[in-house]
Nanobody
Framework: QLVESGGGLVQPGGSLRLSCAAS????????VGWFRQAPGKGREGLLC????????YYANSVEGRFAASSDNSKNTVYLQINSLKTEDSAVYTC??????????????????????WGRGTEVTVSS
């Protein structure tokens, strides 16, 4: 199970750190990704992280305002978003897939390729 937290109302220009905590399994040897879906828009993949190594992979459209990190002691991945814009308002969801899924080079899978999906946490950017 993946559970996100940390969403809420934040002013434009602010920063936010979202958490994705796993229970029932360890994130070691997993790729953990973050997606978001704004109202009336399609789902957008942001980035993913090799939990054990901390290596980040970004979607082509993602700006430098997004970053992820892992805390091995807490079985948790974080998504840091800086310089928030109103268009960042969305439901943010974390996902996970084991490294064994990949036959070759690692990449950020599509939504359906993941094995675990959280329920999401809502972020509203507004003044």
């Amino acid at each position: 199970q993946l559970v996100e937290s940390g969403g809420g109302l934040v002013q434009p220009g602010g920063s936010l750190r979202l958490s994705c905590a796993a229970s029932g399994f360890t994130l070691d040897n997993y790729i953990v990704g973050w997606f978001r879906q704004a109202p009336g828009k399609g789902r957008e993949g942001l980035l993913c992280i090799n939990y054990s190594e901390g290596t980040l992979y970004y979607a082509n459209s993602v700006e430098g305002r997004f970053a992820a990190s892992s805390d091995n002691s807490k079985n948790t991945v974080y998504l840091q978003i800086n310089s928030l814009k109103t268009e960042d308002s969305a439901v943010y969801t974390c996902v996970a897939v084991p490294l064994s899924y990949f036959a070759g080079d690692l990449y950020c899978p599509t939504w359906s390729e993941y094995d675990f999906w959280g329920r999401g946490t809502e972020v509203t950017v507004s003044s």
